[in-house]
């Protein structure tokens, strides 16, 4: 490594790693954003930046970000306009999703998706907890299902259980050699699955609340750990309840489904958006089950969230 790293962010500070091994907490000097948009924190975990060490000491300073080959963003909350920069300079995203205990929504994950497919990153699906789901049930049937839609899209799908560690070694084999962010709701798992692929770490892991059937946060703040023999990273992301779209082209989310791109091109209409337009193939498509209502779901709630972005951009102040 001949770079400064950013491996953890703490809110106000975060910590760089230098290319000779020491790990500097750093504040950020200067204004650092991504064309004109308010983000939580302009720094992210992953980023390649240079350092001034301060006149104090302890004191030390992010004076610039260096191009980043790729990052993922996502709406700080439903709320609010800001947005949240998950990781930089990601070789692949890893989104860890439980189908039961609790349950992961399919617009949860196809949001995921959609925001790796518009920044150019390689995304895997993994399900966890598939220690929990017996043979020859309703809930086995279901995971087949989710396992043959998203692989028929092209999506790789690794079925896991952290717990008793099935399906880890392949998950190991998918990391090798890279940087992958890990992201999903609280209580998929995801610090368990990190404490199996780097014994010794010891994340603290939650509890599913019994009440709502939700996973309490236990990730504070983002930060990159190395993998055993350096053979990789992986950047551990605080659990999300949701997930936000946020500076999406509405004439460009249909791209961003790979299944729904793929068929419009038989659409009648080049710019055909596919909510009743005559000639629509992806409507055809839909009513013939060749691409899921689950799917075309998301991609509707993705379309409203953009096209109201792109009203709030061009209106006009009072």
């Known amino acids: 490594m001949d770079y400064n790293l950013v491996i953890r962010n703490t809110g106000s500070r975060y910590v760089v790693l230098t290319p000779d091994g020491r790990e500097i907490s750093c504040a950020a000097k200067g204004n650092f954003r991504i064309r004109g948009l308010r983000t939580t924190n302009p720094v992210a975990v992953g980023d390649h930046v240079d350092i001034k060490l301060g006149n104090t000491p302890g004191e030390a300073f992010i004076t610039n970000i260096h191009p980043r080959a790729n990052y993922i963003i996502r709406r700080a909350s439903n ?5 949240h920069i998950l990781a930089a300079n990601i070789d ?7 189908l039961f205990h609790p349950v992961t929504s399919t617009t949860f994950i196809d949001r995921f998706l959609a925001t790796a497919e518009a920044y150019g990153v ?9 220690d929990l789901i017996e043979p020859d049930t309703d809930e086995q049937e279901y995971l087949e299902a989710f396992g043959y839609l998203y692989r028929s899209i092209g ?7 952290a717990r008793t560690g099935a399906g880890v070694p392949a998950l190991r084999d998918l990391l090798r050699g890279k940087i992958t962010l890990i992201s999903g709701n ?11 692929l780097i014994p010794g770490l010891g994340l603290r892991t939650g509890h599913i609340s019994d009440i709502h059937g939700t996973g309490m946060h236990t990730t504070t703040f983002s930060e990159m750990f190395p993998l055993p ?13 949701g997930f936000g779209t946020i500076d999406m082209d509405p004439r460009e989310v249909s791209h961003y489904f790979p299944e729904i791109f793929a ?9 055909c958006t596919h909510t009743g337009e005559p000639g629509c193939a992806v409507k055809e498509a839909l009513e013939d089950a060749r691409i899921a209502q689950s799917r075309y779901a998301s991609y509707l709630s993705i379309l409203e ?14």
Do not use: H, M, W
Not at 79 to 83: A, P
Not at 92 to 98: D, E, Y
Not at 155 to 161: K, P
Not at 305 to 318: I, N, Q, V
């Open 79 to 83: 709320l609010s306009k800001e947005s």
């Open 92 to 98: 692949q995203a890893l989104l860890v999703v439980t």
């Open 122 to 130: 390689r995304a895997v699906i993994a399900v966890n907890k598939t």
């Open 155 to 161: 999506y790789e799908v690794i079925d896991l259980s």
């Open 186 to 196: 609280s209580g998929v798992g995801k610090s368990t699955l990190i404490n199996e």
């Open 229 to 241: 023999g350096d053979d990789g990273y992986v950047i551990d992301t605080p659990g999300v309840k």
């Open 263 to 271: 068929t419009a091109r038989d659409c009648r209409f080049g710019d």
């Open 305 to 318: 969230d953009a096209s109201a972005g792109a009203a709030d951009k061009y209106r006009k102040p009072f």
